[in-house]
Nanobody, 121 residues
């Protein structure tokens, strides 16, 4: 099995910063991509940022220039640095991973339990 452990959420004032971390553990042969979704109350889930093994990144328009996603391949960990936070960034943030557990297995997707980010004065 594969487990994802997220950390780094919390309460921050507008304009502040947070860094989320998500570590994948278990039987992992190769990680193909990792990323973050978020969901605010009453809103649809939104893909915030993603990164593939080669390092290419994608961001939602709403966070471009403020958020940075990075990956530590040796640690199977993805980070989301969030700067210039706004109240509308308030949501539960979920990490995900696309990986192969064995060389002869297909690609599987796993998601984390979520971490709350609240931006408020």
């Amino acid at each position: 099995q594969v487990h994802l452990v997220e950390s780094g959420g919390g309460l921050v004032q507008p304009g502040g910063s947070l860094r989320l971390s998500c570590a994948a553990s278990g039987t992992i042969f190769s990680i193909l991509a990792m990323g973050w979704y978020r969901q605010a109350p009453g809103k649809e889930r939104e893909l915030v940022a993603s990164i593939v093994k080669a390092g290419d990144t994608k961001y939602a328009e709403s966070v471009k220039g403020r958020f940075t996603i990075s990956i530590a391949n040796a640690k199977n960990t993805v980070y989301l640095r969030m700067n210039s936070l706004k109240p509308e960034d308030t949501a539960v943030y979920y990490c995900y991973v696309d990986l192969q557990r064995r060389p002869d297995y297909g690609v599987e997707n796993y998601g984390g339990q979520g971490t709350q980010v609240t931006v408020s004065s």
